[in-house]
């Protein structure tokens, strides 16, 4: 097996295995009915993560995304009052996503500031936007969210995959596309492997950067979309540390925040093992908020070490 | 630099250098930034600099930015050796909640004051072991490795209020309050112990070769590795001292409302303490450890939350003001940024 696939199959042979266990704890744990659950309630954070994939491969971060997906939600419902459409409302809102990743992205390479530093005023610009625009929740009532809502496909079993977790996919595939089979997805791993010798090579790199952030804030938009459909409504603490569940499952799903190493198609099983945590704490139902903090913690830590053995004994023997 | 004088060519010149020069040095903009914070101030209040004596002890707005900035400013002394080592501490805000409730705890179990401050420093040495685990030992991006502890830390902190009853227990004591609220000879009592904790640190990273062996692993973890480093023991050193630093942080901060309370005390303060070292001119890469600096970036990070406050602008407004303030500070910072701003001008000039 090629090197660069080990961390996605470790990531998917932690997964596989913790879905096992649950089932061994619970009852009616393996069914499709949790694993379509587990897509749709994570949906919109592994959109976001998708797109931050791009980011963290470029050897850069993201931590625009939380902010970016509730400030979605606030306008989109705000929009909502005054008789906008939805869908109208939402392409408005990638547009903005687009084009905030894409100054982000300017600022970046233009001002050579780091990343994290332009991104946190990001979170801090788009939070504080939320608290400007109201303070409560607003709901969206146009019927198109219940519409939406109840677009699904069967799984065998008593599952169904739901129109969220229908967008990701189609959001995921796409993204390996770009990732993998454009020249822009090439250049996002040069820059990540060694932004000099990327230069040098002739990789525009004005360009490459801002669109990358670009891309970035358009998946995160879009991750807020879903996230409004979702929910129904706007509320200006959505998405509060989302980007750090974000940036997590990018790094679960085997990409290396030094940039240069990862693969798209990580990311969903990343998301999913945190979609799995929570799930896997819910069906328990006893436990306090301070346990569920700190089991997600625990089982934080006990999923990377997990996945630097595996990938670890995978090289050993690779090598024998 | 709009105003240049229009005299000789030479003369011209030579003052455009010496702007050039001084625009480029890494004081100029966070001490410039902090000067235009403190004029509007004045501008909004007239009297904002006016120091008097109350009950014995230095009372106004300006010595009130510097009594709050403590918490940040202790926090980010810790992180600024951290980033230094091309490292990130998300786990602060956590280590200072767990600090939190053990000094409770162990008031209400009724040691002694002064060794509860033993165990406010054990947990952060404690915590700062395991982050430098993770990351030293196990090779774990610092990120992650410290976001384990930053989601479960506040969660421990909740456990160790249970463990006696109480959700939010509150105690009384002389000792931890007057270290965090009291004064010694005019000057508050917070501002003296900080002071103290920097002179140690920059004595123990200038005066000895720990400093070096720090920026060395920052700049570049092999070569200083293969020139006989040990990079791991310097490594874990860094988030030891991250968690000094975030423990005393912990114990002003904790017996500023005297009462344990893990859900809400330090939050954000992770995100604060790294801007503060960035606008201290601390980069994430790597290598540099600017400790005097990143004090005046916590100077102005509170200046600008205390005139927020106090202009009378709605708090909604706060994280906005914020957030362009920090990027006009880092954009004036920027070479590239400042030579498109000039040649902008010159351009409305002609």
């Not at chain 2, 209040?45 to 009372?59: A, K």
């Not at chain 2, 947990?123 to 479960?152: H, K, R, Y």
């Not at chain 2, 991250?242 to 992770?270: F, K, M, Y």
């Not at chain 2, 400790?291 to 709605?314: D, E, K, N, R, Y």
Request: charged residues 10%.
């Amino acid at each position: 097996m090629k090197e660069k696939y080990l961390p996605l199959t470790a990531t998917i042979v932690v997964f596989l295995a913790l879905f096992g266990i649950g089932g061994l704890l619970y009852n009616n744990f393996l069914s499709t009915l949790v694993l379509g659950d587990i897509l749709a309630d994570n949906a919109f954070i592994i959109i976001a993560a998708i797109g931050t994939t791009f980011v963290i491969i470029s050897g850069g971060i993201d931590l625009s995304i939380g902010s970016m997906i509730g400030f979605v939600g606030v306008v989109m419902a705000n929009l909502d009052v005054v008789g906008w459409h939805p869908l109208a409302s939402g392409a408005m809102m990638l547009v903005f996503g687009l084009g905030f990743g894409a100054l982000q992205g300017l600022i970046i390479d233009f001002c050579d500031i780091q990343p994290f530093i332009v991104t946190l005023a990001g979170l801090f610009l788009l939070r504080g936007g939320c608290f400007m625009i109201n303070l409560d929740s607003v709901p969206i009532r146009n019927d198109f969210v219940h519409d939406f809502a109840s677009v699904s496909i069967p799984l065998p079993g008593d599952g169904e995959l739901h129109s969220s977790a229908l967008v990701m996919l189609v959001a995921w595939l796409a993204a390996i596309v770009i990732a993998q089979f454009t020249r822009f997805g090439a250049n996002v791993y040069a820059i990540g492997g060694d932004k000099t010798s990327a230069a040098l090579m002739g990789v525009p790199m004005r360009r490459t950067m801002v669109g990358i952030y670009a891309l970035g804030g358009f998946y995160s938009a879009l991750g807020g979309v879903i996230y409004a459909l979702y929910t129904s409504s706007g509320y200006p603490l959505a998405g509060t540390g989302n980007e750090l569940t974000a940036i997590a499952s990018v790094v679960l799903g085997g990409t290396l925040l030094t940039g240069g190493v990862g693969l798209v198609a990580g990311t969903l099983f990343g998301g999913m093992i945190f979609g799995l945590i929570a799930t896997l704490i819910n069906f328990n139902g006893t436990l306090n908020g301070a346990w569920i903090m700190i089991i997600g913690g625990v089982l934080l830590f006990l999923f990377i070490v997990l996945q630097r053995f595996l990938v670890g004994s995978f090289r050993l023997r690779g090598a024998a | 630099m709009t105003q240049t004088p229009m005299t000789t060519n030479t003369k011209q010149f030579s003052f455009l250098a010496a702007a050039r020069a001084l625009a480029a040095h890494k004081v100029v903009w966070p001490l410039a930034a902090l000067a235009v914070i403190f004029f509007i101030d004045f501008l909004i209040s007239p009297n904002f600099f006016s120091i008097r004596m109350v009950e014995g002890r230095l009372f106004g707005s300006v010595i009130d930015v510097f009594y709050r900035a403590v918490p940040t400013a202790m926090v980010a002394l810790g992180m600024a050796v951290v980033i230094g080592t091309k490292g990130i501490d998300l786990s602060v805000g956590s280590i200072i909640a767990i600090v939190g409730a053990v000094i409770t705890w162990r008031i209400h179990a009724g040691d002694p004051h002064l060794l509860i401050l033993f165990w406010a420093l054990g947990v952060g040495l404690l915590c700062g072991l395991w982050n430098g685990f993770l990351v030293a030992a196990l090779d774990i991006q610092p990120i992650i490795a410290t976001l384990i502890l930053m989601v479960s830390g506040r969660g421990i902190g909740l456990m160790i209020n249970l463990l006696y009853g109480g959700t939010n227990p509150s105690y009384t004591s002389a000792l931890l309050q007057g270290l965090s609220t009291g004064h010694i000879a005019f000057i508050p009592t917070r501002l003296v112990v900080f002071l103290l904790v920097f002179v140690v640190l920059w004595a123990l990273l200038r005066h000895t070769a720990l400093g070096m062996f720090l920026e060395s692993v920052g700049g570049n973890a092999k070569a200083a590795y293969l020139t006989g480093i040990n990079a791991r023991l310097i490594t874990f050193s860094a988030y030891i001292i991250c968690g000094l630093t975030a423990a005393a942080g912990g114990v002003i901060l904790c017996a500023d409302t005297h009462t344990s309370d893990p859900v809400s005390i330090g939050r954000n303060i992770e995100l604060d303490a790294i801007l503060a070292v960035v606008i201290g001119g601390g980069s994430l890469a790597g290598g540099r450890i600017y400790l005097g600096m990143t004090i005046l970036g916590a100077l102005v990070i509170q200046a600008l939350t205390t005139s927020i406050l106090s202009s009378g602008l709605p708090p909604e407004y706060n994280l906005v003001v914020e957030a362009i303030v920090v990027m006009g500070v880092l954009l004036l910072q920027s070479a590239n940024f400042r030579n498109l701003a000039l040649s902008v001008l010159a351009r409305r000039k002609r």
